[in-house]
């Protein structure tokens, strides 16, 4: 039996709580919080757990194997480091901290302390997006073009930092994922629409091996909840809508058969464009969410790292949002990484 206690009870906190309950083999024991009114909204969801607003409590007890972390971003870095520090093992949510040189100080930190250290990238547990990158590596797209991801919505409003950093990690973590790769040079444009302390909007161009150019929407400020992702490749284009009912991948058997070639009328450019049908595989539905902390407690009973979202992948995001705010701050400049 794994016993878990959790840092942070806010909006997410109590997500991992209940899934930590349900998992087999894993238990949630104790949780922390600094607000007294998070911890009693807790007790009343599990009256099982144990509630603390000292999460040294929680480090201090030798009987939790693992701390998960859903605290505010600037909490991470030091938080993560204490709990490796006390011999947990440790799935801290995204992103792992502010810096680079954090992102590498933990993860040495977990190979010196053998503990397991992973990062909420939950999208990397979504069977839509292992399904989108499948479909990439194995070539049905052909080469890829260009990709382009939307998350907006109206809210929610974060204040510990922008839209960018709550945003952008989950798309930045996809397109490295999916094209198994880092960005090579961003760039990147943010504004304050609302009179709140952080920037509530960001366009960002990510440039990817292979001349890959991937373009990322992020707002709290918008009309539409949207979670979308469009790649097109030379032989088809795919999209993944996570809010689709009918299914979250639409496979396009869409190209062009010429290029070079200058039509003049609309049937010609009919015959060079290939219209063939859309097809949307059957994808089992599970929360991702639920197959990540099962992932990560799976990590720690089999003594593997947790590859899938580890140090270096979570340095990857960090890396690229750094360099992203970077060019956010030169007016747009193109960044290298
Ligand atoms: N993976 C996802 O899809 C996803 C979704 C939402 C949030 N998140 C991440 O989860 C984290 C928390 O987000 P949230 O929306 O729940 O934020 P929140 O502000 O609602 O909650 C954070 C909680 O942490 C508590 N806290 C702060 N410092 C603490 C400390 N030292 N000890 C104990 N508790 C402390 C606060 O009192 C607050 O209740 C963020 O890093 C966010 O990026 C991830």
Known sequence: MINVGVIGCGQWGPNHIRIFTQLPNTRSTVCADLSEQ???????????????????????????????????TNTHF??????????????????LALQEKECSYLKDLSIKRNKI?????????NVGIVRLKEYVRCGELGRVYYAHATRTNLGPFRYDVSALW???PHDIAIFNYVFDSAPLRVSARAQRCLDTPRDDLAFGTLEYPGNIMAHIHISW?????????????????????????IGPIKLYDKHVEKTNVCYKTYGEFRLLSKEGGITIPKIESREPLEVQDQYFIDCIERRVPADIADADK????????????????RQGACVGL
Not at 79 to 94: F, G, I, N, Y
Not at 117 to 125: Q, Y
Not at 221 to 245: N, S, Y
Request: proline residues 5%; charged residues 30%.
């Open 314 to 329: 979570a340095r990857a995001v960090v890396r690229t949002l750094v360099a992203m705010q970077e060019s956010i701050d």
């Open 166 to 168: 709550d945003l952008a």
């Open 38 to 72: 998070r911890l009693a909204a807790i007790k009343t969801s599990f009256p099982h757990i144990q509630t603390t607003t000292d999460y040294q409590d929680i480090l201090k007890n030798p009987d939790i194997h693992a701390v998960c972390i859903a605290s505010p």
């Open 78 to 95: 030091d938080l993560t480091r204490e709990a490796l520090e006390s011999d947990k093992h440790v799935l801290c949510e995204k992103p």
């Open 221 to 245: 400020i918008d009309p539409k909840k949207i979670r979308q992702i469009t790649i097109v490749g030379e032989k088809k284009m795919i999209t993944w809508d996570d809010l689709d009912d």
């Open 117 to 125: 250290l992973m990062v909420g990238h939950v999208f990397l547990f």
